[in-house]
């Protein structure tokens, strides 16, 4: 007996609805196109299942994308500030006086005062006082002091001299200022000079004793 002979009018009638669906579900899929993302897979159906119709959702639709507007800069409007009005009334100012304390004096100790030497008392000035003879010029040099030979030759004239005399009233020094003419005579008045004169000391503008010169002459004459 052939294999179709076998089966029953129901199995054929269950075959015939299975190949209906399948053939509705190309159909479908036909009908939706591209718009399917995935496949179905052609699973053998099994005898006596029931297939459900799973309705399938098309995708969303794609967001357009719409390009960003380019940004507007801002702007800014600059005010100068308002001039100050020089002519308004200013309030009025309270003044007091602060009294502030007193500043203590710093220099005292930084800076030491400097000493003050006195001055030198100063003594008046007094008129020097030139020497004065202690004993008689005239003794100094006599006639007894005159030699013959300066007799015979008949020598005169007058010998001036300046001796400096000393603290102690001592000649020091002579000199002949004005010659006699003769060399013998006035060398003889220096030496007789200086070994008789006696003198009171100078006294100087201090008030103290000091050299000091005088002066004076000798006239040489031939003795009567």
């Given at each position: ?59 969303p639709p ?90 015979n030759r ?71």
């Amino acid at each position: 007996m052939a294999y179709i002979d076998t089966r029953t009018p129901r199995d054929r009638a269950k075959s015939i609805a299975g190949v209906i669906v399948v053939h509705g579900a190309a159909a479908y899929a036909l009908l939706v196109g591209l718009q399917v993302t995935g496949m179905i897979e052609d699973v053998p159906k099994l005898t006596g299942e029931t297939i459900v119709e799973v309705p399938i959702e098309p995708p969303p639709p794609t967001p357009e994308v719409t390009p960003d507007k380019p940004s507007t800069p801002q702007s800014y409007v600059h005010v100068p500030p308002k001039p100050l009005d020089l002519t308004a009334e200013m309030p009025p100012i309270e003044v007091r006086d602060v009294p502030l304390p007193p500043i203590p004096d710093v220099t005292t100790d930084l800076f030491p005062k400097p000493e003050v030497t006195p001055a030198a008392q100063v003594t008046p000035a007094l008129d020097p006082v030139a020497p004065r003879p202690r004993n008689d010029p005239g003794q100094w040099v006599t006639t007894a002091d005159y030699r013959t030979i300066w007799i015979n030759r008949e020598l005169t004239g007058v010998a001036r001299f300046r001796v400096e005399v000393g603290t102690n009233g001592r000649v020091k020094s002579c000199t002949i200022t004005g010659s006699s003419g003769h060399s013998e005579l006035d060398r003889a008045t220096c030496d007789l000079v200086t070994r008789r004169a006696r003198f009171e000391p100078g006294i100087d503008a201090a008030g103290a004793k000091a050299s000091a010169t005088w002066s004076s002459a000798v006239s040489w004459q031939l003795p009567d």
